[in-house]
């Protein structure tokens, strides 16, 4: 059965990859389409039998790696962590599936569409089934070359290629990261089995090792090397400034994969490796503070931008930064409950925003909307509802999962968990605001596109909103349904093994008993965002206008993303560029092809006519020739002879 | 000396083809010049049957030994002699349309080619410095006359005189270290010298063996006795050309390779110096001066000094490893350059030859067939698997590498790599180019004939190798046996 989950896409992307020419489009959308939904299946009942049923197994596929003491193999570990990814990542993806087929209907390569859908679920099954970080790193950089193949799937366009390589390499920084915290683990535990390793990771407390030259705690440094890892491709700040850009690639897959999935492959790790976290206090702490500054960040940032999909991006890496203080402050079950219930409205939410960008005429300036709710009111109605779960509105599915992280961070009783917490409230305000700019922007209001585009203004087809009804149905309902299990008094039977919280640092158990403005806060500061958004960009449009002009320098400090990229772009990019362009004008131009083949060639082209104007014609200058080498063999022959 | 019995069984393939000479000079007189084919397909006649006899006199038995031991008939110079018969009947294929279209038909020059093979076959068979020298100066002296057979044109004057000239000094230096050689040892004949030249020898007999070996480096066209070469190539008519290419070559190699294996193989050590520095030379030079060529017989010129160069590298070896390399060089070189030269005698435009390489532009447009012809011959003459030439340079380096040659052999292959250069350029000409001028057509059955023969060997010699390489191991064999 786990075998089927994690390999039916993978057969799926072969048959769409490689026969999507003979089979034509449609059938390799039927076939990527069957197995994906096969697999949904096959998830529901793994997640039934593993995580309710707790029966928790790994699967040997076989030997991959046995050399010396490195010991790994092919293995499907399935616990109740992993199911609950499997459910994520299957449901989100087969709604993804079917959606592709509307939305990419008028594209010319759809098969190839299909088979890197497909290809990246199967890459994401393989790494949430891990049971050892070697092939965590498989299914890893796996969703990265998926992600990569993704953004630039419209290749024709340099922006896309651009957003390719930048997401590419950002995330290679986090994947060094990742690199050398798996080769730290050999060099600590002689194994990279997660078993193994939890089982040796209490004994490596107080450990040191020399990490740059530096005596440094060894689980720490270890934890933190992974969390690198982590925040490359959870786009944590720092190296999140692939994740707007990835939005080149086409709706869908910015609802897949940068927003249900791959970027919450971090938020996993971390959780999956609670057991060596959890010794590692400091690097928890680290943990908790990126991901409130992300947090708070991203928020800030999506509250001025204007593209639907950057709006929606942002607040992705917003919630990520959640998901991430909820890590550090050992809130794990938090953290993965959120990731799920974030994986159902923002999926709803960028495909909804996809069936906005469909209905417009591929128009994705929310400056240029406007007044199309009465067109489209499906689409409006869903979008409502994602951004009521996302703005953490009571009852649907945001308001549980965002709640219990924002108690526990305050329950923690850190300062850096105040310190979350308070940032996470601002955040909490600011996202209920860009939130509602974003649906008064787009569906109310005057139109503001043109008359072409709005006489065009159409509701997308059913294969398009029938996956959406299905994930607004999860966004409205997963939390009230996964509350109990996931963080309530049956969490501790729901878990099992899977997450290691250390004895009395139980957060979730204290987050219970936080006084009731904390419990009561977040609904307000989400209220007041909603109402001041209102206020606004309905009942008084201009003032966004005006409080742009007063605040101008903040505003476009906003607006220019805290002029992060141009910040890399001075301190890395420009470096890099001066030193590949001296390398290669310098080294290569000057050094090696003038010496290497250019010289050579030159040489020998001279060469070449010296010794043509040896040949004189003269019959004496060649009988000289001759003459001088007998002489010269003469001397030689008795000279080596003698030496 | 005691008086012995004449022994002449095992020269009597010679004296055939001696015979058969004078026999069609007798029919050349009587009839004319408009003798020229009859005269030409008896001479290639008698090749063919010159070499049944060779077969059924000598075979790959053992070493047999005529005139007083002045001759010796062993597989080594059957091997030689075969393909010697196989390049002189080619060259006398290739050029009765040449002469009839030229107005040179004269029925003296298969005699000729048929009195210079006789004269390379006793070079190979030489057992001694007198027959060696008379083997050498018979081949020569019809060679001067064919060079010079256009004698109404200057340049075919000319470059038989510079043959001539140069050749009679060359002459000269080997007679001179011939002379050293007897005073020092008291003996020609190969079996003595072998006996009485070892460990230290004397530098007279030293410098008799590089005036010696600077005679033969001449007739092999080796650095820095080659300077006659593209001058006489680009000279002489196409067909005497290819002619000097082929057959001659291969005479002067396997009596230099006898001259220094049988009667000084005792002190290799010694001279194998200056093959190195003769082999260095001459790849060196193959290569670089070729590059700037235009005149594409100029261009065959330093590409056979280059051949020339990789072959010595075998006989720099020294070893019967070695002498194999060389003899296996010499039969696929002689195979590529007939392929070769034929194509060069089809480069006619309305009815005149052209020799620059330019008129060979766009080739594979008008003469697909031939374009793809002469690319194997120049893939196989750089080196370049799976074709025979790749084979060829193969064996020689390998040589090279076992007598720990490692310079040689490092030097060998770089400059192949230089030389590549002008032999990948006439492709890229053929392919890459558009035609100016097209080819006249068409181009004869015997060229075609050739052209696909020597073209089918060069591509599918890999396929079944064993037959010459067996021989040419048995050949070798033999050099070493006595």
Redesign the interface.
């Known amino acids: 059965m786990f075998a089927g989950i994690v390999f039916l896409p993978l057969l799926g992307a072969i048959v769409a990859g490689f026969f999507g020419r003979i089979i034509g489009d449609r059938a390799a959308q039927i076939v990527t389409c069957a197995l994906m939904l096969v697999s949904m299946l096959l998830s529901i009942l793994a997640f039934v039998d593993v995580a309710l049923g707790g029966n928790p197994r790994t699967v040997e596929l076989f030997t991959w790696i046995q050399s010396g003491a490195l010991d790994v193999s092919w293995a499907l570990k399935v616990d109740t962590l992993t199911a609950v990814m499997l459910i994520v990542v299957t449901v989100v993806s087969s709604m993804v599936h079917v959606y592709s087929v509307g939305y990419m209907s008028h594209d010319p390569a759809i098969p190839r569409f299909m088979a890197y859908l497909s290809l990246f679920t199967f890459f994401m099954l393989m790494l949430v089934t891990a049971d050892n970080l070697i092939q965590m790193f498989f299914g890893w950089e796996g969703v990265g070359l998926a992600s990569y193949l993704l953004i630039g799937f419209w290749f024709q366009k340099p922006t896309a290629n651009a957003a390719a390589i930048k997401a590419f390499l950002v995330n290679r920084v986090g994947d060094f990261g990742f690199m050398l915290g798996i080769f730290g683990c050999f060099l600590l535990f002689d194994t990279v089995n997660f078993d193994q390793l939890f089982q040796a990771a209490p004994e490596a407390v107080g450990q040191k090792i020399n990490f740059l030259g530096m005596q440094l705690d060894a689980l720490t440094t270890v934890c933190l090397l992974l969390f690198v890892g982590a925040m490359g491709k959870s786009a944590q700040f720092l190296l999140h400034t692939w994740l707007p850009d990835a939005m080149e690639g086409p709706t869908p897959v910015s609802a897949l994969i940068h927003a249900a999935t791959m970027v919450t492959a971090g938020v996993f790790m971390v959780a999956r490796l609670s057991p060596m976290f959890e010794y590692a206090p400091q690097a928890l702490m680290v943990v908790t503070f990126f991901g409130a500054i992300t947090a708070i960040f991203a928020a800030t940032v999506g509250m001025v931008q204007n593209d639907i999909k950057r709006v929606i991006a942002y607040s992705t890496c917003s919630q990520l930064g959640y998901m991430f203080f909820a890590i550090g402050v050992s809130a794990y079950s938090a953290a993965i409950f959120h990731l799920m219930t974030h994986a159902f409205f923002k999926a709803l939410l960028f495909l909804g925003a996809g069936s906005v960008i469909h209905a417009m005429s591929d128009e994705q300036d929310i400056r240029k909307m406007g007044g199309i709710w009465k067109l489209i009111p499906l689409t409006y109605g869903l979008m409502w509802i994602g951004s009521l779960a996302l703005a953490g509105v009571p009852f649907f599915a945001g308001f549980y999962s965002k709640d219990i992280i924002l108690e526990s961070a305050f329950a923690s009783g850190s300062q850096i968990g105040h310190f979350a917490f308070w940032l996470g409230i601002l955040a909490a305000f600011l996202t209920a605001f860009y939130s509602w700019r974003l649906l008064i922007l787009t569906f109310h209001g005057k139109p503001r596109a043109d008359h072409h585009v709005m006489e065009h203004v159409h509701e997308s087809p059913k294969v398009m909103t029938i996956p959406l009804i299905v994930l607004a149905l999860g966004a409205i309902f997963a939390g009230f349904v996964g509350y109990e299990a996931f963080v309530g008094d049956g969490r501790a039977e729901f878990w099992g093994a899977s997450i290691l919280v250390l004895e009395g640092k139980d957060v979730i158990e204290a987050a219970h008993h936080v006084p009731l403005w904390v419990k009561l806060l977040p609904i307000v500061v989400g209220a007041a965002g909603i109402a001041t958004a209102y206020f606004v960009y309905m009942l008084r449009p201009g003032t966004a206008d005006a409080i742009a002009e007063q605040w101008r320098p903040v505003y476009l400090f906003l607006l220019n993303k805290w002029y992060i990229d141009e910040l890399y772009d001075f301190l890395f990019v420009r470096p890099v560029r001066w030193l590949g362009r001296f390398l290669w004008k310098e080294g290569d131009g000057r050094v090696i092809d003038g010496f290497g083949p250019d010289g050579v060639a030159f040489t020998t082209r001279l060469i070449s006519q010296r010794t043509a104007l040896l040949q004189s014609g003269y019959l004496y200058h060649y009988a000289f020739a001759m003459m001088v080498g007998v002489v010269v063999l003469v001397t030689w022959y008795v000279f080596s002879r003698m030496a | 000396m005691e008086p012995t019995t004449l022994v002449l069984l095992p020269a009597i393939p010679e004296i055939f083809l001696a015979c058969a000479a004078m026999a069609l000079l007798m029919i050349g007189v009587f009839i004319g010049d408009k003798s020229l084919r009859l005269v030409s397909w008896l001479a290639v006649g008698s090749f063919v049957v010159t070499a049944v006899l060779l077969y059924a006199f000598t075979g790959w038995g053992g070493r047999e030994l005529a005139f007083d031991g002045l001759f010796v008939a062993d597989p080594f110079a059957l091997f030689a002699k075969l393909f010697i018969l196989l390049g002189s009947a080619v060259a006398i294929i290739l050029s009765m349309d040449y002469l009839e279209r030229e107005n040179t038909a004269r029925f003296e020059y298969p005699v000729l080619i048929v009195l210079a093979t006789v004269g390379m076959m006793m070079m190979v068979s030489a057992n001694s410095l007198i027959s060696l020298y008379v083997g050498l100066e018979l081949q020569s002296l019809a060679l001067y006359v064919v060079a010079a057979i256009r004698r109404d044109t200057i340049r075919s004057t000319e470059a038989g005189l ?1 043959y001539f ?2 050749g009679a ?2 002459s000269g ?1 080997l007679l001179y270290g011939s002379s050293m050689i007897y005073g020092f040892t008291g003996s020609i004949d190969f079996a003595v010298l072998a006996e009485r030249v070892q460990g230290e020898a004397s ?1 007279g007999v ?2 008799g063996i ?2 010696l ?2 005679g033969l ?2 007739k092999v066209s080796a ?3 080659h ?2 070469t ?2 006489v190539y680009e000279g002489a008519p196409t067909p005497v050309t290819a002619l000097f290419a082929t057959a001659p070559k291969f005479a002067a190699i396997a009596l230099f390779c006898r001259v220094m294996m049988e009667p000084f193989g005792g002190i290799a050590d ?2 194998q ?2 093959v190195v ?2 082999s260095i030379g001459s790849m060196i ?1 193959g290569a ?6 235009t005149n594409i017989k100029r261009l065959m010129a330093y590409s056979s000094i280059g051949h020339m160069g990789y072959a010595l590298i075998g006989l720099a070896a020294g070893s019967e490893i070695g002498v194999r390399g060389v003899l296996i060089y010499m039969a696929i070189y002689i195979v590529m350059n007939v392929g070769t030269f034929a194509i060069i005698l089809c480069m006619r435009q309305q009815g005149r030859m052209v020799e620059n390489i330019s008129d060979l532009a766009g080739l594979s447009k008008t003469h697909p067939m031939m374009a793809v012809a002469l690319t194997i011959f120049m893939f196989s003459m750089a080196g370049i698997p799976p074709l025979a030439g790749f084979f060829s340079k193969l064996y020689v380096f390998l040589a090279a590498i076992e007598a720990q040659l490692y310079t040689l052999a490092v030097i060998g292959v770089v400059s192949s790599v ?1 030389g590549a ?1 002008y032999y990948l350029r006439i492709v890229k000409l053929m392919y890459f180019d558009e035609p100016v001028e097209t080819l006249d057509r068409p181009i004869g059955r015997e060229m075609g004939a050739v052209i696909a023969v020597s073209g089918l060997f060069t591509l599918l010699f890999f396929v079944w190798p064993a037959p010459i390489l067996n021989a040419a191991a048995q050949a070798a064999a033999s050099l070493f046996a006595g």
């Open positions: 510079k000239v140069l000094l060359s230096m530098v030293i410098v590089v005036f070996a600077a480096a001449f650095v820095p006795f300077m006659w593209p001058d010694q001279w110096q200056i520095l003769i030079l670089l001066a070729a590059i700037n060529q230089v250069f």
